[in-house]
Nanobody
Framework: QVQLVESGGGLVQAGGSLRLSCAAS????????MGWYRQAPGKQRELVAG???????SYADSVKGRFTISRDNTSNTVYLQMSSLKPEDTAVYYC????????????????WGQGTQVTVSS
């Protein structure tokens, strides 16, 4: 009923930039917090950045000053602008949303995107 679809990943040289997008679609009543996570090979999935429905943001220490999360509530899209990329930023990046679906109960669920690969070469 609700889908999150990421785009924008790819291969970039160290020091370069990428912008990830995550569009939510389906039977959506409202979207609360959204965030970006990443998982590198052999490592646990970690929170990169989050943004509340009101626009408050938070970042992992490792990306502060380099990444910027933003959202467009009219299009149900969240973005992650990544600059000064480092090889250690290489991972699959996942979008996560806390979404109230259009169900009779209007319950809130956590939804995940399928992930997009970001590879930073040295």
């Amino acid at each position: 009923q609700v889908q999150l679809v990421e785009s924008g990943g790819g291969l970039v040289q160290a020091g370069g930039s990428l912008r990830l997008s995550c569009a939510a679609s389906g039977r959506i009543f409202s979207i609360n917090a959204m965030g970006w996570y990443r998982q590198a090979p052999g490592k646990q999935r970690e929170l990169v950045a989050g943004i509340t429905s009101g626009g408050s943001t938070s970042y992992a220490d490792s990306v502060k000053g380099r990444f910027t999360i933003s959202r467009d509530n009219t299009s149900n899209t969240v973005y992650l602008q990544m600059s000064s990329l480092k090889p250690e930023d290489t991972a699959v990046y996942y979008c996560r949303g806390l979404i109230r679906a259009l169900t009779p109960q209007l319950r809130e669920y956590v939804y995940w995107g399928q992930g997009t690969q970001v590879t930073v070469s040295s």
